[in-house]
């Protein structure tokens, strides 16, 4: 005979975390809404997407006596939303779609919410991290600006198809067609120029090739529709890079605008000189961003190998300036994805490997590490002793942990970073490794002596 339901086996196992928590399913044009069912009948509601009912939502909400919010990152429609939200005062989750899957075959919108509501009401969803809100405004811009230099870029490809098809070969004799001599070479030619004498006496005197080679590359057949491509492409190229002027002042307003931490002229704790030579990209902004950084920051996040200024301005607008977000250097790394996840079982390491994560300041970090593989630094050392033994993959993952963890204790501390040599580094390796067979031979009974 079953028993009867007792008043314990009734009462819920998880204790309750946030009585007044809410969930939302937000789709392209309609908002489902869940609040706790002893505060409104029905307890689930749908709005529309419109900012008017964006208000009613928040309002509704706040009559609720709603606290905080949970809802899933789905594209941009959130933005509005939690950004209504949070302007009423409410405290507003973002949490990851992955962790707040429902059982199978019970997909729809209402239950959708409904789930996020109990799951938020018990503590267990996790809310995205999200910097401050002056970096956001900063992350925004610099988004747009990377998204310019992406659709500049295929203008150039433009370009660099449109000159073979008439057998120019200015490629072949410039390393970047959109540099001083190849731009002043294709604007004549757009303009109506065709000796190729001519158009090589606007070699730049840096240029490595001769005018004679020059010229001999610009020998071609200048057939109308290349040339109208040429045109076409050189138009584009020159407006983007417009844009990008002025975004880039508009980055340098927001700078302007936010509130200014450090001073670089200040004598106890100065910005030092630039340690770094030819590293300004064509793509960098013409502000100097490595100062506005110091400001933001009291550190020269610059001075670390393998971060330029437009690096460490990404990363800083992707992670912000506060490091008390996560608690130690592994918290940090391994919510960029760089620390190896371990898979346990019977108390055995199953399978060990790093999570795959769509993280902006880990894509800076990577990038970082692979551009000092080629350096005479401590770090380039590192990668190239790891790429040797477990391959380029792996050693760029390593590489970008390393300068994480340097990153997060620049920025916490506010210490200043101490580069260190390839010499130096082979020589502290060199004693690891001697101590390591110190040990080894200390253990079965041996001891070391100098060939």
Known sequence: MKPKDTPDSRSEVWPMVCPDAAGLDIGASEIWACVPADRATPAVRSFTTFTPDLQALADWLSACRVRTVAMESTGVYW?????????????????????????????????????IQRLHSYGFLRASFRPEAEMVVLRAYLRHRAMLIEHRAAHIQHM?????????????????????????????IVAGERNPQVLATF????????????????????????????????????????????CDEEIERQY??????????????????????????????????????????????TAVDGLDESAAQLLVSEIGTDMSK???????CSWLGLAPHNDITGGRVVRSRTLHVHNRAAQVLRMAAQSVGRGKSALGAFYRRLRARQGPEQATTATAHKIARIVYYMLKHRQPYRTLSAADYDEQQHHRELKSLQRRAAKLGLTLAPA
């Open 79 to 115: 933005v509005p939303v939690f950004e209504v939200l949070e302007a009423h005062g409410l405290e507003v989750d973002l949490v990851n779609a992955r962790h707040i899957k429902n059982v199978p075959g019970r997909k729809s919108d209402v239950q959708d919410c409904q789930w």
């Open 160 to 188: 660099q198809k449109a000159l073979p098809l008439m057998n120019v070969q200015l490629p072949r004799v410039l390393s970047d067609i959109t540099g001083v001599t190849g731009m002043q070479i294709i604007r004549a």
């Open 203 to 246: 070699r730049n005197g840096r240029c490595q090739r001769s005018e004679a080679e020059i010229a001999k590359a610009l020998t071609g057949n200048y057939r109308a529709e290349p040339v109208f491509a040429l045109k076409q492409a050189l138009a584009l190229y020159d407006a983007y890079s417009g844009q990008l002027q002025e």
């Open 256 to 301: 302007a605008a936010t509130r200014l931490r450090f001073d670089p002229e200040d004598p106890d704790e100065p910005l030092g000189p630039d340690t770094k030579t030819n590293t300004h990209s064509k793509n960098a902004p013409d502000f100097d961003v490595r100062r506005r950084l110091f400001q933001l920051t009291g550190v020269d996040l």
């Open 326 to 332: 996560w608690p130690t250097e592994k918290h940090f």
